[in-house]
């Protein structure tokens, strides 16, 4: 079996230079509309608690990036079944700036992955659990 962030992936290699043209958070879900290299439109829905949004302006250059998914168990120490951080300051910046900041302190069985859209920074994070229902669409 796949291993969800490969899955992800798999479906993220396709966005790389992509247009974001929506996003809508509501009712505890994203979706998102991201136009690929072949004009074709992708669309995924996420169940989220935790994002962070940049205001991003909806236009060329600023709304294309590429999408990443970050196993959480994989960049971050856990103690007492929740995500936790140590390191030196410059660390502590480079998780900031990269968003994993939004998961210190959250319990491991609840939130098991980050997913950013990025250009020259992260413009748009949400924390998913990989139990949770997704999906993809290509129109």
Do not use: W
């Amino acid at each position: 079996m796949k291993d969800f962030k490969n899955i992800l992936q798999e479906k993220f290699s396709k966005t790389g230079d992509s247009e974001l043209i929506s996003y809508l958070y509501k009712n505890g879900k994203i979706s998102l509309d991201v136009r690929l290299e072949e004009n074709d439109i992708l669309n995924m829905q996420f169940e989220t608690e935790i994002l962070y949004s940049k205001n991003i302006e909806q236009r060329a250059p600023f709304n294309i990036g590429y999408f990443e998914c970050i196993k959480l168990s994989d960049v971050l120490k856990i103690e007492n079944n929740h995500y936790s951080f140590s390191g030196s300051f410059v660390d502590i910046m480079k998780a900031q700036r990269n968003k994993i900041n939004l998961v210190f302190g959250l319990p491991v069985s609840n939130y098991t992955h980050l997913i950013t859209f990025s250009n020259n920074s992260v413009n748009l994070a949400f924390v998913i659990n990989e139990k949770n229902n997704y999906k993809f669409d290509i129109k």
